[in-house]
């Protein structure tokens, strides 16, 4: 089968869109590749043909590719939607039952899939490797690849051990992909591959998506933000296409329904204190119907490819260039003129400016909360989470550090958690990634960098687009 073939057969596509035919005709003729290409350009496809077109050699089961993905959701949705057209894939990852991810640790063995999407931390199970050993592994595809590189805006620690990882497997043709990277970060990437720039061929499609109009309005207080949702709103209302409206607090976006709620204004909520099954019933509804409104967190996003989406709002300022870019980025993927409106109200930096602070803890707070749990672990396991938080956080009940003290930790396999029942197993010391403060004081300044770089952006007077591709090192040919 022909790569255009697999395209007809399985997709229902004519014609391959801009650089996916080059990328795929590399990866077939075994080349290693960047793919930078815009959210909703068709990303996937290019590993998910050569995955479908490789030969199967008598009595050898198929050739497998092994895609790497960080996100547990995305990593579902793509599986379930390949599987509905007949394409021989799964994921195996944290979400699965022990019975159900054995199940699938024969299956893999028996030479059954041609994709199977896992997380990085899925390497650190011995057993998954023995089964890896018993395939031959023709693709290994990084998805979000930014991922990899700690100058990256979403950082998986797992993501450098990438060079290990293709060791493992034998070292097979890598293709690696992202919507968004700096200069810094393409470079990043391909030295955390292992790989040499000389060796890595990149297609970089560019960040321009000519049917969005990029706009900031400037607000003070509620009621002008207020009238500008209503604003895009009765824009749209006329349509069949579907809208976003991005807040950064939970508690934002409810004060805002509500009002919404008060004027009649029909919607859905979204957000990481619902249950999931509840987010999951949102999503498929906002997915499934015809002009629909959602108010969301940023934990909103990742599998919607709604292709009717006309306009994001986002009612507070993100906290990069990289998360704003990225998710107005699911609009108008029809091709059609979209609206991406960013309400800019100074007062919302300094929510930005307190999650960087509780994204960043430093050397101090790591020590403090390893010291508890290598002092204390019956105490905590016993009375629970809030029973350390209470004793790092007399005076500030709102401070998220240990969060995000755990959760790296976690990355970074010095801890493994079960949280229902709580348990805890320390496993090793902290790393100087955790520990050291130059590198912690180092990572926080770069986040802080990239929120200024989003706010330059906002209160440029010029071409706002020109100063995007300035920012993640691309020419700008507008049209």
Known sequence: MQPLDALKTYFGYSSFRAQQDAVIQRVLAEGHSLVIMPTGMGKSLCFQIPALVYEQEAGKPSPLTLVISPLIALMKDQVDSLQAKGIDAAFINSSLSRRERERRYRAVARGEFRLLYVTPERFRKPDFVEVLSKREIKLLAVDEAHCISEWGHDFRPDYTRLREFRAIVGDPTTIALTATATPDVQADIVRQLGLTTDEVEHFHQGIDRPNLKLDVAEVWGDDEKLEQILKIVEKYADSDGSGIVYFTLIRRLSEFSE??????????????????????????????????????????????????????????????????????????RDGEPSDCLLLYEEADLTTQMEFIRWSNPD???????????????????????????????????????????????????????????LRIAVNSELPPALSDEGLLAGKLQRDQQKLYALVQCVRHEGDRKEFIHEYFGLPYNPA
């Open 363 to 421: 050397a101090e707070f790591y020590e403090r909360v390893y010291h508890l749990l290598t002092h204390e672990l019956e105490k905590i396991e016993a009375f629970g989470i809030d029973w350390i938080r209470e004793k790092l956080n007399k005076k500030q009940k709102r401070d998220h550090r240990l969060d995000t003290t755990l959760a790296m930790m976690e990355r970074w396999a010095v801890i493994d958690i079960e949280w229902d029942p």
């Open 259 to 332: 009002m919404l709620r008060q004027r009649g204004v029909e919607h859905l909520s979204y957000h990481g204190d619902l249950e999931r099954g509840h987010r999951r019933r949102v999503q498929n509804e906002f997915m499934g119907e015809k002009n629909s409104l959602v108010l969301a967190t940023n934990a909103f996003g990742m599998g919607i490819d709604k292709e009717d989406i006309r306009f994001v709002l986002h009612a507070e300022i993100p906290g990069s260039m990289e998360s704003w870019y990225q998710e107005i980025g699911r609009a108008g």
